[in-house]
């Protein structure tokens, strides 16, 4: 399967703010957003501005939400149709459906620093849903599902680590229980609940073009 597989803080740079890719690591002076404020390439520091067209300004936070989620460009537009298919307001159903991801739950549930940590840990079968183990990072979730790490697997450092550097509250829709690592789906998330780094309505209106 493609995925990107370049310098990360490099995708941060390029939308000018923190979307949180490496962990910890954006939160020290390590940030490359904090070292090099300024978009990567040769002319990124001394390039001449230009007035932003609205396309532009879409294509940002399309690119936003798109590297926030870790996802493929192919991947996004999938999801924008199954949102504009669902009853309800379309942007909001496309942050519900990333937000449903299972790399995302285990993430949020403060089980890695990272979507892209909590990707690995999936992928590598640490993971189960209602006790059967899920591999698929973009497994869908719903309401009520528990969410755990194997038994054999909640000692892995990257998870120790996880929950003591993390020190984050789970959102509303998530109860967490650090100590068995077990995160249970006690709601689908609203607008609200959902800390997100880019507008999803522009984001639909990119789509819609």
Not at 46 to 69: E, I, M, N, P
Not at 88 to 101: D, K
Not at 148 to 166: F, P, T
Request: charge should be positive.
């Amino acid at each position: 399967m493609a995925r990107y597989t370049g310098p990360v803080c490099r995708l941060c740079r390029r939308e000018g703010r923190k979307l949180y890719l490496k962990g910890v690591r954006c939160m020290s002076p390590k940030c490359g957003v904090d070292k090099r404020p300024y978009a990567p390439g040769q002319f990124g520091q001394h390039g001449r501005r230009r007035r932003t067209s609205d396309f532009a300004l879409q294509l940002r936070q399309k690119q936003a939400l798109r590297v926030s989620y870790g996802l493929l460009e192919g991947q996004l537009s999938m999801y924008v149709v199954q949102a504009e298919r669902m009853p309800g307001v379309a942007g909001e159903n496309l942050l519900r459906l990333l937000e449903t991801r299972l790399d995302n739950v285990v993430y949020r549930a403060g089980m890695a620093t990272s979507r892209r940590e909590a990707r690995q840990l999936v992928r590598h079968r640490h993971v189960t849903v209602n006790d059967h183990p899920v591999n698929i990072p973009s497994f869908r979730v719903r309401a009520n599902d528990v969410v755990k790490v194997r038994e054999r697997d909640k000692n892995l450092v990257s998870v120790v680590h996880a929950i003591e550097v993390g020190a984050k509250i789970p959102p509303r829709w998530l109860t967490v229980d650090f100590e068995n690592r077990v995160a249970t789906v006690s709601d689908l998330p609203r607008r609200e609940d959902i800390d997100v780094q880019a507008d999803e309505q522009v984001v639909m209106e990119f789509y819609s073009r």
